[in-house]
């Protein structure tokens, strides 16, 4: 029996978060290439972006490559932006079968331009789709994103667009990068490591942690609906006491 026949479809946490983990590690495991392991990693992207589709996910946000990761040896991040190239390319007609919008956050200046000119026109072309919007996360820091949310409302008080009175929590998660989609309620890492890594600090203030120690060529769609299931199984208070929620 699937783990998605026990799943209640009208409690689906709304956005999803993934730090995608062990890509290097499964490779190293078979005797292979790191780059292998980026490669296998592309067929678990798909299986969990068709399981998220299958059951209504709004949202996916996938920790692509961060901004710390510009620090690994030369040719595997070539490696990694060819990959990025032409897996972005090849999926634009899945995306489009699929009503799947691209998206994506981070210092993509950063990216190489063949990968930037595919990633954009990607993102062009499935704008108009109405369905889970996936978003990468490519030369991400969650700490330069809060830091660049808040020269921005900096900037906005200087020129007299806002007053200091203005700032709350509300207008500083609009400056985000990801301040047109909600928050995540559901925060996934493979590979068995427990750490958030740089990965959306703000916005994961309330979101349930799963962890698991599959490594991410090896995760599927089934390891979704799992975690979608435990997720299912926790009571969410928000500060507030078991008898005021239930």
């Keep these: 029996m699937s783990y998605k026949e026990n799943i209640d479809l009208s409690r689906l946490p709304e956005h999803i978060a993934i730090i995608m983990d062990g890509n290097g590690r499964w490779a190293k495991d078979k ?6 392991g980026h490669h296998n990693g592309v067929i678990s992207v798909r299986d969990v972006v068709e399981g998220g589709v299958d059951l209504g996910v709004k949202y996916l ?13 030369k040719l595997e991040v070539m490696a990694i932006m060819e990959l990025m190239v032409s897996t972005i390319h090849k999926e634009i007609k899945n995306f489009m079968e699929k009503n799947v919008r691209l998206n994506a956050i981070g210092d993509l200046d950063m990216l190489p ?4 000119d595919e990633l954009q026109n990607a993102i ?5 789709n109405t369905g889970l919007v996936m978003t990468l996360a490519l030369s991400y820091s969650s700490r330069r994103e809060i830091v660049h949310a808040a020269k921005s409302i900096a900037q906005q008080v200087k020129s007299g667009q806002i007053n200091i009175e203005d700032i709350n929590e509300d207008l500083f ?3 985000l990068y990801t301040g ?9 890492r493979t590979s068995g490591e427990y750490r958030i890594s740089n990965y959306l600090l703000w916005q994961i203030a309330y979101a349930e942690l799963y962890f698991t120690k599959k490594l991410w060529p090896d995760f599927r769609k089934e390891d979704l609906f799992e975690a979608i299931l435990d997720y299912q199984k926790r009571e969410r208070r928000f500060g507030k006491t078991s008898e005021q929620v239930n």
């Design 31 to 36: 005797g292979k290439l790191r780059i292998f």
């Design 61 to 73: 946000t996938l920790y692509t490559f961060s901004s710390e990761n510009w620090n690994r040896p």
């Design 113 to 116: 331009k063949k990968c930037y």
């Design 124 to 128: 062009k072309t499935t704008s108009a």
């Design 173 to 175: 998660g609009q400056n």
């Design 180 to 188: 047109d989609m909600p928050d995540p309620e559901l925060l996934i």
